[in-house]
């Protein structure tokens, strides 16, 4: 064989190569302003080969958008947010945030690990709420594009030291976003500690399936695999009673409609003016397992969410009071988007019943949870 057609044969094998890869997720990153304290951030374009296009901030890890195709084919953007990072470092709702150390509430800001007293901020009422205002969805992550399974998958990290917002312990926290074949945003979170402490780490994103700002979500049906919610007291604490769902409008055993029960005159939903409350998963912690389903009938958009916690934040967008505008400028009412928070339940460090959330030197905290994209026929 000459040398010029051998050459052309690798070329060939080159391009065959390089076609293979880029059926695989990659990504593509470009800036994205500057935080309050003037560090560079950065927005991360995820592309999968089934149709789900992601972008992702090293800014509080936030997920700035997910476009999903419908029914049709058309695809939409289904994750509330903003255009600017600007507008996530005044954001007080966490849009889209990674939420740490701890995910939910803590009773009256205050927590006993090992016989000492921890006081943290109290940032919602009496009580301390997503790890504080200066928590880690308010931070610059370090970023770099990985390998992973699947293709590129984008890889944050964060050191917290001793003492952050009132936690103990340096703590190492790593985060992994990848996109699956099935359409699957998969995000892998691991940590390591110097000193005892607690640590629940989720996900705050907002979702409309019709599309973000397209009004509210009380036509969505949702499924939840679960058996039994954690009442709450009126500051939205649980009570530490594990209470059945049946004969209660949190009863999502099968898909429902949100807007079905919302207003009933039942005292759970009138503390938390709705949907906010957790839901203990059937299965066993530490295995992957569909925890919910949310069906958008029009578009026939499908969410599935997937988990290795034990429990399952539902809440219905209670909150949202139109004062601030979404990425179309469509303002977020009340309701206009739905949050579903895989965790270790709210206050557990208070709570000797529920599920520890202590975490020890020389022990790794270890939890995944895909929200995949499907449309129903």
């Not at 945030?97 to 940032?123: H, Q, S």
């Not at 917002?165 to 390591?192: H, M, Q």
């Not at 909150?319 to 270790?344: I, N, V, W």
């Amino acid at each position: 064989m000459s040398r010029s057609l051998w050459s052309a044969v690798l070329a060939t094998i080159a391009i065959g190569a390089s076609m293979t890869s880029e059926a695989a997720t990659r990504i593509h990153r470009d800036p994205f302003g500057r935080a309050p304290e003037g560090a560079p951030a950065e927005i991360f374009t995820l592309f999968g080969d089934g149709g789900v296009t992601v972008r992702i901030s090293n800014y509080g890890g936030v997920i700035v958008s997910v476009e999903a195709p419908g029914r049709d084919g058309k695809k939409a953007d289904v994750v509330l947010g903003f255009k600017t990072l600007d507008e996530y470092a005044a954001d007080k709702s966490f849009q889209g945030a990674l939420i740490g150390r701890y995910g939910n509430r803590i009773a009256k800001g205050r927590f006993v690990l090992d016989g000492k007293t921890y006081v943290l901020a109290t940032n919602n009422g009496p009580n301390h709420l997503h790890g504080g205002p200066g928590g880690f969805h308010k931070r610059v992550w370090g970023a770099r594009v990985v390998p992973g399974p699947h293709g590129e998958a984008l890889e944050l990290t964060l050191l917290s030291p001793d003492n952050d917002e009132g936690y103990p312990g340096s703590l190492n926290a790593k985060v992994v976003y990848s996109l699956r074949p099935d359409n699957g945003l998969e995000i892998d979170y691991t940590a390591t500690t110097s000193k005892p402490t607690v640590l629940n780490l989720t996900n705050h994103t907002y979702f409309n399936l019709a599309g973000e700002g397209s009004g509210d979500i009380l036509g969505h049906e949702i499924q939840i695999d679960a058996d039994q919610f954690t009442p709450v007291d009126a500051t939205l604490i649980p009570t530490g009673e594990l209470r059945a769902v049946k004969g209660t409008p949190l009863d999502f055993t099968k898909s429902t409609a949100i807007g079905a029960r919302i207003d009933d005159p039942y005292e759970q939903m009138a503390k938390g003016g709705g949907y906010d409350h957790n839901f203990v998963l059937r299965g066993p912690a530490g295995k992957l397992r569909l925890a919910a389903r949310v069906t958008e009938p029009k578009s026939g958009r499908v969410m599935e969410v997937l988990t290795t916690e034990p429990g399952l934040q539902f809440y219905s967008g209670n909150f949202m009071d139109g004062s601030y505008g979404g990425k179309a400028g469509k303002p977020y009412a009340r309701r206009h988007g739905l949050c579903l928070e895989t965790q270790h339940f709210p206050d557990s460090p208070n709570q000797p019943k529920f599920p520890s959330v202590v975490l020890r030197p020389g022990g790794t905290y270890h939890a995944t949870t895909v929200y995949r994209f499907t449309t129903a026929k």
